[in-house]
């Protein structure tokens, strides 16, 4: 079946720096990725979507200056979390499909804490 | 608003119960609602239902949709310790994006 995967799996980072998550899909070629955003004992929050080559679409709300998405091959899309606080501490995960599919694989999701 | 709401939010059986989940839903642009079983990690998907009235099953889960309605149920029959997971459901609108409830805590006591 269709493998998503992310790194890191966890992460602690101090308030006012970056941090970068990687999302990869490792047996097909994902032409859009999603990134969510999921608090302690709360649903998957939908951030982005984004198709390779192209810039993310973000959902309202989602400041797209803050969560830098990047797309840049069928592979691979990254997420930065730009200057992080306290309140960006989260459940982050993204998921992919490939051109002949709707389904949305999932990647194991990265755990964010920034002190 | 498009919304997804998912009931009860915490559920505590015995093993061997059989538990039912609900999903209503008022979502524009309906294409097709799908359960995952989220332990702890990402979702796993369980169905996708796009027409009402045809229940799917795999093992002791089933579920099935009423567009009507507008709500669906995932059923697990026979419940084991295994089954205790977070369960989404979620209406794909329109191509690709996925609205998701607030989802249930299942807690399957031995």
């Known amino acids: 079946g269709a493998v998503v995967s992310q790194h890191p799996s966890w992460v602690i980072c101090k308030s006012g720096t970056s941090v970068k998550i990687e999302c990869r899909s490792l047996d097909f070629q994902a032409t859009t990725m999603f990134w969510y955003r999921q608090f302690p004992k709360q649903s998957l929050m939908l951030m982005a979507t984004?198709?390779?080559?192209?810039?993310?679409?973000?959902e309202q709300g989602v400041e797209k200056d803050k969560f830098l998405i990047n797309h840049a091959s069928l592979t691979l899309s990254t997420l930065t979390v730009t200057s992080a606080h306290p309140e960006d501490s989260s459940f982050y995960i993204c998921s992919a499909i490939g051109e002949s599919s709707y389904e949305q694989y999932f990647g194991p999701g990265t755990r964010l804490t920034v002190t | 608003e498009d919304k997804v709401v998912q009931s009860p939010l915490s559920l505590v059986v015995h093993e061997g119960d059989t538990v039912t989940l609900n999903c209503s839903y008022e979502?524009?642009?309906?294409?097709?609602l799908l359960w995952y079983k989220q332990e702890k990690k990402a979702p796993t998907f369980l169905f996708m239902l796009?027409?009402?009235?045809i229940e799917k099953k795999s093992g002791r889960l089933s579920s099935i949709l009423d567009k009507k309605e507008l709500f669906s149920i995932l059923n697990i029959t026979a419940t084991q310790t295994g089954d205790s997971a977070i369960y989404l459901c979620?209406?794909?609108?329109?191509?690709?994006?996925?609205?998701f409830g607030q989802g249930t805590r299942l807690t399957i006591n031995p």
């Open positions: 979620a209406v794909l609108q329109g191509a690709q994006k996925l609205v």
């Open positions: 984004s198709n390779e080559g192209s810039k993310a679409t973000y």
């Open positions: 796009t027409s009402s009235g």
């Open positions: 979502v524009t642009n309906f294409r097709s």
